[in-house]
């Protein structure tokens, strides 16, 4: 029996070293999963961005001992940026950066090329696209470079994430390059576009004319590279039985494989931690919405929680549209019952906008000023009670006011006066370029924090990070301080945000469409007892989830503090089903796959 052959493994997305959404979440959670499998035998390719790289990324030298590096050497003499090195991020893979630059000015011979070759139109297409073509073109020419290094010695197998990264891959094929081919589609662009436009989307996609609505959205070029991708691919696969419909339908391919979505768990464990690092960073939560709200309506922070939902911005397809709806609808059910608690919903997306709004830091920075005059306070007043203790001969307490120095009591009154005033707290943190349907709605709904209402909203049109100066949390730090994550979406091939609740011991709503949703009603019957919720919007009407959510959420804010720590309890200990040690098989499997169906 001849030996098996060596296996080489690439794997590249647009994400790789540079994170947009989800798939960035995907690539890089599962590498230490691949590293423990391919060792030296693999390797990231993405594209090349200066400010992300210098974070994330250290140079080694190349060196002509092996396949990859004498390729490198020879497109790097052909002119071609190309960057060799480590990713640091845990597992601490080796990755190949492309600088797009370099190829760009050649980019209209590519397209004509594609053109004669796949008849893929892109005249007067977006940048970005003529970048996702460039870095295609990169990653070609170094595959079919490694593959004639190889020699046929290695079984080389490139796994590539979206159609961003795969604007070469028809041309990889057609040159019968020795190399197997696996596609993943983590959603598809007439899936985005649809979704979010046509009614009852789901009950029409057999219908849908593809290349027309593809026309008819101004997005011909992306659709016509997935789908050629999909087609030409050893193997396409997908994360979700939802999408693979989609695959189906504008793709023209039923996936041979879904490849649902895992974390590393193990990142995310905090050893019986998590309550604690619940109460450290709902803390922080607590100081911006002090700084926020305080200012003109103080209200009962122990009785108060904080909801929030995540995610790229659209608007209907991540369900923000219903959850805005639910709000408004467990705003009434609060003030009827007259609850004695207060939500604070943060809706985090990005949105293009001028700066943060300069009041919002202002309040914030008042508060801290706030905060240090009562620390001088207490300090003054320690010292002074510690010499009176020492040196008196009674038992009597002393005057604590008197301690307190007139400069101080001056100076504590004018700041909270200063500070305090009649207007409304503003819904959103940031100065917006333009109004959007988040705000639209809420001025629809009235929910814009008049005092009565038991439900606030704060819109932080950014994503968050640890340099954020109104929370001062990274994201996974924001998620554990937050009491529970709404994610109802329409459109959501896996979903993301509401399994990185669950790892973070976070109880979450997602949606019966959602990947990850369905994925958790297939493999567990009893998924509400873990702090998974589900809104069923696959056959109930928008106003009947709504409703249902609504529900959900009046029966969360009643639970009491007691129900919500055996809850999140609960919730951390299911996550490890996710963890990529038991999910990377699935890509194990389309590796296999894309070999054997290469070999026939
Ligand atoms: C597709 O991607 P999306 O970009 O729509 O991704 P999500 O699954 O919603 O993930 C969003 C990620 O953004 C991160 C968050 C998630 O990993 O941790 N994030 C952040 O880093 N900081 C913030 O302030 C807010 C969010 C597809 F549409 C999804 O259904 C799939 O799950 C995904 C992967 O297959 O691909």
């Known amino acids: 029996m001849a030996a098996e052959k060596k296996k080489y493994l690439f794997e590249i997305a647009w994400e790789t070293c540079n994170q947009v959404g989800g798939i960035y979440t995907v690539i890089r959670t599962k590498v ?15 594209p090349y961005f200066p400010q992300t790289a210098s974070a994330e ?25 190309i960057h ?44 970005l696209v003529n970048q996702t073509i460039v870095f295609g073109e990169m990653i070609r020419l170094l595959l079919t470079e490694v593959a004639e290094e190889h020699k046929n010695k290695t079984q080389l197998v490139a796994h590539f994430h979206e159609w961003m ?15 197997s081919t696996v596609f993943t589609t983590h959603a598809t662009m007439l899936g985005r576009y649809l979704a979010g436009n046509v009614p009852n989307f789901y009950d ?68 019986h931690e998590h309550q604690n690092l619940h109460s450290k960073y709902k803390e922080s939560i607590s100081n911006f919405v002090m700084g926020h709200f305080f200012q003109s309506q103080p209200f009962d922070l122990d009785q108060t929680l904080y909801l929030f939902t995540s995610g790229r911005f659209e608007y ?10 639910a709000l408004a609808i467990l705003n009434r059910k609060m003030k009827e019952a007259g609850s004695k608690k207060t939500v604070v919903m943060f809706f985090v997306t990005k949105q293009p906008y001028h700066s943060i709004d300069p009041e919002v830091l202002h309040s914030r920075a008042v508060l801290d000023e706030i905060r240090e005059n009562c620390h001088a306070i207490e300090k003054e007043v320690g010292e002074h ?6 040196s008196s001969s009674d038992l009597q307490m002393p005057d604590l006011n008197a301690f307190v120095d007139e400069y101080w009591r001056m100076r504590l009154r004018r700041t909270v006066q200063t500070w305090k005033t009649n207007a409304r707290p503003k819904v959103v943190t940031h100065l917006l370029k333009q109004e959007d349907d988040i705000i639209r709605n809420l001025h629809r709904t009235n929910l814009l924090n008049n005092p009565d209402d038991k439900v606030k909203v704060v819109y932080h049109p950014d994503f968050i990070v640890s340099t954020n100066p109104l929370f001062g949390l990274d994201y996974g730090q924001f998620v554990r301080g937050c009491h529970l994550g709404v994610f109802p979406s329409y459109y959501e091939p896996w979903g993301y945000t509401p399994l990185e609740c669950m790892a973070r011991g976070v109880p979450t709503v997602t949606s019966d469409l959602s990947g990850f949703g369905d994925y958790m009603m297939q493999i567990m019957r009893d998924y509400e007892q873990w702090g998974v919720s589900v809104v069923n919007r696959k056959t109930q009407s928008y106003q009947e989830a709504a409703e249902q959510l609504a529900n959900l959420l009046f029966k969360f804010v009643q639970q009491s503090q007691r129900d919500r720590i055996t809850q999140r309890n609960r919730v951390e200990s299911i996550a490890d089903t996710f963890d990529w040690s038991n999910l990377r098989s699935y890509y194990d499997t389309a590796h296999e796959l894309a070999i054997i169906k290469k070999k026939r």
């Open 385 to 390: 009670l510690f010499k009176a203790s020492a």
């Open 32 to 46: 230490p999963s691949m590293v423990e499998k391919w060792g030296e035998d693999y390797a990231l390719l993405g």
């Open 165 to 179: 990264a795969s604007t070469g891959l028809p041309d990889l094929k057609k040159d019968k390059v020795k190399i």
């Open 57 to 81: 990324f250290e140079p080694i030298p190349v060196t002509d001992e092996t396949p990859l590096g004498r390729a490198i050497i020879s497109l790097r003499q052909k002119g071609l940026g």
């Open 84 to 127: 060799y090195g480590y990713w640091l991020i845990t597992g601490k893979p080796k990755i190949v950066l492309f600088e797009l630059e370099t190829l760009l000015p050649e980019v209209d011979a590519i397209k004509g090329r594609i053109w004669d070759n796949h008849k893929i139109s892109t005249l007067g297409v977006e940048e």
């Open 316 to 325: 209907s397809n991540k369900g923000y549209d219903i959850t805005l709806d």
């Open 204 to 271: 029409v996609i057999e219908n849908f004319d593809w290349h027309k609505e593809a026309k008819h959205y101004g997005i011909e070029a992306q659709a016509c590279f997935e789908r050629a991708a999909a087609q030409k691919a050893d193997v396409l696969t997908t994360v979700s039985d939802i999408t693979a419909k989609e695959c189906q339908y504008f793709l023209g391919r039923i996936p041979e494989l879904i490849l649902p979505n895992g974390l590393n768990i193990q990142r995310f464990a905090a050893l």
